[in-house]
């Protein structure tokens, strides 16, 4: 039987699973779902709420088939402190004792507190310089705590964690390939919108903003006198389409697009500076709220640059019963990405 993996992507609204198997250099997907979180209970620090989150990924694993309890989990980007820094040409041994010092100037938390990894991106030979790129990463141990008891709740092994947009950016790569240049790819969830430009495949920057889809809703809320379930039901008929109900829903969310196509620029001017000479080719979305009627189009006009949906299933072997996965791309992107995962 061919070893397979569950990524395992617990959102504040959805939980998602992929599962995948390496059969003969092919990926096989063998197991997909996604069911609703409970409320509130992923922002709960209580034991009572960890264990239904377990209760309802029991019940998904059952409904969907999954054979293996090995385990990828992705972990919230707001949360976890990643950078892609540069320090000078080391040895691998050097690098491990350079990295916690390098790690006390960019992480706000005593390094006691936080579990540290790091992986080079590019060494000194690619880069052309005396330096490295390396992407430092450091979770705080209460949050890997919180997630790793979910998942042992749920009476899995976790095998590794990641970053959710780690993870994305991993699924998205083989659906890029084509592209000749840097691709940004931007997670919009609910509560956050998460950024990563791939260069060649690789990292090269990523930033997590406090802005996604509830944002959206709370701002048809605001501006159109809407209650909740009427202002989430509008979102997702109508999204960011330009001509409904004379603009007034582009009007009202205006400023939360704003503030997330500002940070895109933002990402895209940084790594214009830092590679002179490259520019950014394309952005694909991912995530739930990327899925919103018109949000290519909004982004495409806002960003100047061929814009795309995710597309995890590229490279990725599907029987029949899977074409309903076919347009869930975008909420399956994280999940895919770890199930990818080499173990």
Known sequence: MAKSLLGLDIGSHSIK???IAQEG???VLLAAGSIPTPPKALASPLSGDHQAIATVIRQLIKETGVKTSSV???LPESQVFTRVIEVPALS???????????AEQYIPLPLDQVNID???LRDAKETGTDKMDVLLVACPKTLLEK?????????????VAETEIIAASRSIV???SNIKGAVLVASLGAQTTDLAILRNGVIAFTRSIAAGGEALSRALVSGLDFNASQAEEFKRTYGVEQNILQGKIVTAVKPIMD???GEMKRAVAFYTQKYTGEKIEAAVLSGGTAKLPGMVVYMAQSLGVEVQLANPWAGVTRDARFTVLDNEGTTFAVATGLALRDQ
Not at 147 to 158: G, H, T
């Open 17 to 19: 699973l992929i599962e």
């Open 147 to 159: 997630y790793l008891s979910i998942v042992e709740l749920s009476e899995l092994i976790p095998v």
């Open 92 to 102: 691998t041994r050097e690098l491990s004792s350079a990295i916690s010092w390098e």
């Open 118 to 120: 790091y992986s080079i």
């Open 25 to 27: 250099g092919k990926k």
């Open 259 to 261: 503030t997330i196509v």
């Open 72 to 74: 990828a989990l992705a």
């Open 174 to 176: 083989a659906s890029v």
